[in-house]
């Protein structure tokens, strides 16, 4: 079974500037979840899909960020304008459909943001 | 609101050494615990995870207790690898929310 897939790896940037990370999810997997890993710190939540409408993005800066799933099946994270503290490795993560118990959330290898 | 408060690393090991990586929580409820590894240049796979009070997780010879009274999970392993050096990260979910709370993560680094 393929895994989460993301692309670009790396990106670097300078800041002012526009960015875009795109992923894949497992198969079937109805859920979708971006994250935001500052080096040292752990992952934070951005935003999280259930098919194709925003479940949570209370934490999303939503006046730079914005996120999309149009077919709910691949996800794009746009950054408009970056800022040097948006540096950090974006991940991605999928699971079976959101319910009342737990369905593990699987993670793509991220992408590498530097901001400079 | 929710936390996960993990010790500071890099942790420093011999291979065979005993490894204990401390996790505390801070959570309304009961949620359920998790720990989760990268290894470099690869994204989290979940180690393993605990859903209620006393429960064990166990996965490839780490082992972590889900203590209410203590409101903790650590991490033990009774012999590491050099194959273990990895970041390793405790996190908790709500009963009914599918939100991750991470703590900052542990780097550990085993010696040959």
């Known amino acids: 079974e393929a895994g989460v897939a993301q692309s670009p790896r790396y990106k670097i940037i300078e800041k002012r500037q526009s960015v875009a990370f795109w992923c894949n999810p497992i198969s079937g997997h109805a859920t979708l979840y971006w994250y935001q890993q500052i080096l040292g710190q752990g992952p934070k939540l951005l935003i999280q899909?259930?098919?194709?409408?925003?479940?949570?993005d209370s934490q999303l800066p939503k006046d730079r960020f914005s996120a999309e799933r149009l077919k709910g099946v691949d996800s794009t994270l746009k950054i408009q304008p970056a800022k040097l503290e948006d540096s950090a490795v974006y991940l991605c993560a999928s699971s079976l459909e959101l319910t009342s118990s737990y369905n593990e959330q699987f993670f793509g290898p991220g992408t590498r943001l530097t901001v400079l | 609101g929710d936390s996960v408060t993990q010790m500071e690393g890099p942790v420093t090991l011999s291979e065979e050494a005993f490894l204990t990586i401390n996790c505390t929580y801070t959570?309304?409820?009961?949620?359920?615990l998790f720990w989760y590894v990268q290894y470099p240049g690869e994204g989290l796979q979940l180690l393993l995870k605990a859903t209620k009070a006393d429960d064990k997780g166990s996965n490839k010879g780490f082992e972590a207790t889900y203590r209410k009274e203590t409101t903790s999970f650590h991490l033990e392993k009774g012999s590491v690898q050099v194959s273990d050096s990895a970041v390793y990260f405790c996190?908790?979910?709500?009963?009914?929310?599918?939100?991750?709370?991470f703590g900052s993560g542990t780097k550990l680094n085993v010696k040959p």
């Open positions: 959570a309304t409820g009961y949620p359920s």
């Open positions: 899909f259930q098919n194709n409408g925003v479940v949570d």
């Open positions: 996190a908790l979910i709500r009963y009914n929310f599918n939100k991750f709370y």
